[in-house]
């Protein structure tokens, strides 16, 4: 069993950057894929980014492109999410999950979410 647990959340201006951790326990992350998700205020969870097991693959949604960055340290068992530029619209609380099939595989671990506020 593995456990998820985000950090790093908090309130920034828009334009600031913060980054998010994802600690793993119980079992080490480094087989698995990771991702990203965010869900604001009334409305449903999105996909924001994965990376594989390798840290060689990425994919990050279009409308954070360019400004945040998935990356892992698997030596730590931690995932993190580099979010620089921060717009109001990011506001939301992010959830880090692991797909222990891999790759395109469903996420079947997730963590309890860190609130990410951003102020205009």
């Known amino acids: 069993q593995v456990q998820l647990v985000e950090s790093g959340g908090g309130l920034v201006q828009a334009g600031g950057s913060l980054r998010l951790s994802c600690a793993a326990s119980g079992r080490t992350l480094s087989s698995y894929a990771m991702g990203w998700f965010r869900r604001a205020p009334g409305k449903e969870r999105e996909f924001v980014g994965a990376?594989?097991?390798?840290?060689?693959?990425?994919l990050h949604i279009d409308s954070v492109k360019g400004r945040f960055t998935i990356s892992r340290d698997n030596a730590k068992n931690t995932v993190y999410l580099q979010m620089n530029s921060l717009k109001p619209e990011d506001t939301a609380v992010y959830y880090c999950?692991?797909?222990?099939?891999?790759?395109?595989?469903?996420?079947?671990?997730w963590g309890q979410g860190t609130q990410v506020t951003v102020s205009s």
């Open positions: 999950a692991g797909a222990s099939g891999g790759w395109g595989t469903p996420y079947d671990y």
């Open positions: 990376i594989s097991w390798s840290g060689r693959s990425t």
